[in-house]
């Protein structure tokens, strides 16, 4: 991203916050007027009263010094007042903003990229680009009138003084400028290790069972100190870069102090200086240099914020789902009549996952799709609900294009029993009930249909029991019919998708529910993504893919016949459904 690119964007992250900054702004250049006085009043204190021995004088001086600390104190209250707005909204602001893009963000963003990985960056970069609100960072902006006001100081009090001084501040400038692209180069490759290690950190979470029965700890761990190794390094240099900014700092501020005091000294001695004026010139001499160590630390937080802020943007600029221009709302109340899909195509990761694919579904029509892995099922799933955008083709319902509706009101529509439902570490209740408008009798009506509610009757704490992270406290079928109940619950929907809805069922559990589902009138499309050859015959038609095509739509008996690819998947279910009825029956 370009410099004056970035720069009109951090414009933008402060501009509601602009009557704040202009307030700051003017109580740090009334307290920086404060801090300008009191050298000039410690020089008229030494040389008026305390060397003339005037004690009247020295109270006067005195009193003022005191009153201009005592206005800075009520000052500095005023600008806590409104600097603590800024510090604590924009971190608030920019999180809920990371937030809510995440959630609109296309799915296919996270099949690279899982989902810790991206929040832990997120809020590394957002905690970096909150130090801009740090008060040293707002404070660099007055240090320009602060340098300036003190240089016009320090030539009325003395020119050659202030020549040498002029001498030292380039070099610090160099030795800053210099350092600050060394930082902005090391901490691009902090970023870098700190998204190796959410990436390691998300599938260690996602993935722990894994590691643990194939016995990979010992790998895992010693890829993960490879990571802590290169983060080490890194920030070993960076502290490096600091100390020797640090270094010179201190050095040049010493060198100047000596020189100073030097010829501060036998300028006193020509009569040329008082030692007020010596006095007074060293405080306002560290008035200047104070600003000039502020703005290199400004320095140092560009080099740290200008990643941080330029990957942040790239995230935010990452495609989202933005209903249309002109888009309307899909009305509960419309009489859908078909679905259709006109020479659909979908192109991923340069790979076709599906090819010229139409077919029409019908108000009232229960449908199989049926195909080996990769066929293009889930693909089509995808599409429907609006995951996924066609690369070619249209979808329609009622000849009308889906994406001329919300995505909101489009997805009410549909319930969806996919093969890996998300849990939510709560209850069993709140699980099913997350849109939060279910009765308990509806809650318990749809556990019945799912084949949850016997189980779910013999846990201690029934609907209120906690089923841990993505219901790892429940068994493969006791979730899949919790989830199922979560789909069969859902309100005011129209068409139903269940994607091996029942691959972890026990026989006659499935049997029962697949009697249910086929004999059901609740949805006027019913999709269901199965091999099984006894729900298959009872379905209105079958809609046939193999890589991507559909080869052919029919009813089991028409395809059985005409289709060589179809047989052999309903033979090779068959078999696997010989085998595991023997399995039951062996384990009774």
Request: with cysteine; glycine share 6%; aromatic share 12%.
């Amino acid at each position: 991203m370009k410099h004056k690119e970035l720069v009109l964007k951090m414009k933008e992250l402060f501009a509601p916050y602009r009557k704040n900054l202009i307030i700051i702004s003017v109580i740090m250049i009334i307290t920086s007027i404060g801090s300008f006085l009191t050298p000039w009043l410690t020089k008229q204190l030494i040389d008026i009263g305390i060397m003339k021995g005037n004690f009247l004088q020295t109270v006067f001086y005195v009193g003022l010094i005191f009153i201009i600390f005592f206005a800075q104190q009520l000052f500095g209250a005023i600008q806590f007042y409104y600097y603590r707005n800024i510090s604590l909204r924009i971190p608030f602001d920019l999180n809920n903003q990371a937030c809510k893009h995440v959630l609109l963000v296309r799915t296919k963003y996270f099949k690279d990229r899982n989902f810790s990985e991206v929040m832990s960056e997120l809020f590394q970069d957002i905690s970096n680009i909150s130090s801009l609100t740090d008060t040293q960072f707002l404070s660099s902006f007055v240090s320009l009138f602060k340098i300036v006001a003190g240089l016009v100081a320090l030539f009325l009090i003395n020119w050659k003084l202030t020549l040498i001084m002029l001498a030292t501040i380039p070099i610090k400038v160099l030795i800053s400028s210099y350092l600050f692209k060394k930082q902005e180069s090391i901490y691009k490759v902090i970023m870098r290790v700190q998204s190796n290690f959410s990436a390691w950190l998300g599938d260690g979470i996602s993935g722990i069972v894994e590691i643990k029965l194939w016995g990979i700890i010992n790998k895992k761990l010693s890829k993960l100190n490879d990571i802590l190794e290169n983060s080490m390094k890194a920030k070993s240099r960076l502290m490096f870069c600091g100390y020797i900014d640090n270094v010179a700092g201190s050095t040049l501020s010493i060198l100047f102090t000596c020189i100073l005091y030097l010829f501060g000294s036998w300028l006193i001695q020509k009569n040329e200086m008082s030692i007020g004026s010596l006095v007074s010139f060293v405080s306002y001499s560290s008035l200047v240099f104070e600003p000039i160590g502020i703005i290199s630390y400004l320095i140092t937080q560009l080099s740290l914020v200008k990643p941080a802020f330029e990957r942040f943007l790239r995230f935010l600029s990452t495609d989202i789902e933005n209903d249309n221009p002109g888009s309307i709302e899909l009305p509960n109340s419309m009489d859908i009549k078909q679905i259709k899909f006109e020479n659909v195509s979908l192109v991923y990761d340069e790979e076709k996952a599906l090819d010229h694919v139409s077919f029409t579904i019908n108000k009232g029509e229960k449908i199989a799709i049926i195909g080996f892995n990769g066929s293009g099922k889930t693909s089509i799933v995808n599409l429907l609900l609006r995951f996924y955008e066609p690369t070619e083709g249209v979808i329609k319902i009622n000849n009308n294009d889906i994406r001329t509706y919300t995505f909101e009101s489009y997805r009410s529509m549909w319930s969806l029993m996919a093969q890996d439902n998300y849990m939510f570490n709560d209850t069993i209740k709140n699980n099913i009930n997350i849109s939060e408008e279910l009765s308990m009798d509806e809650i318990i009506e749809s556990c019945k249909k799912s084949g949850a509610y016997s189980f779910i009757q013999e846990l201690p704490e029934k609907f209120e029991t906690r089923i841990g992270y993505n219901g790892s406290k429940l068994s493969g079928g006791q979730r899949q019919k919790v989830a199922l109940a979560r789909t069969l619950a859902r309100k005011n929907t129209k068409a139903l998708i269940l994607d091996e809805a029942t691959s972890s069922y026990d026989y006659y559990s499935e049997q029962n529910f697949n009697e249910d589902i086929v004999s059901s009138s609740c949805y006027i499309f019913t999709i269901i993504i199965t091999h099984r050859p006894e729900v298959l015959k009872k379905l209105d038609r079958i809609i046939y893919l193999d890589k991507g095509r559909v080869m052919g739509t029919g009813t089991f008996d028409e395809l059985y016949e005409s289709m060589e690819g179809f047989r052999n998947i309903i033979v090779n279910t068959q078999n696997k459904e010989m085998q595991d009825h023997a399995v039951h029956a062996f384990s009774n």
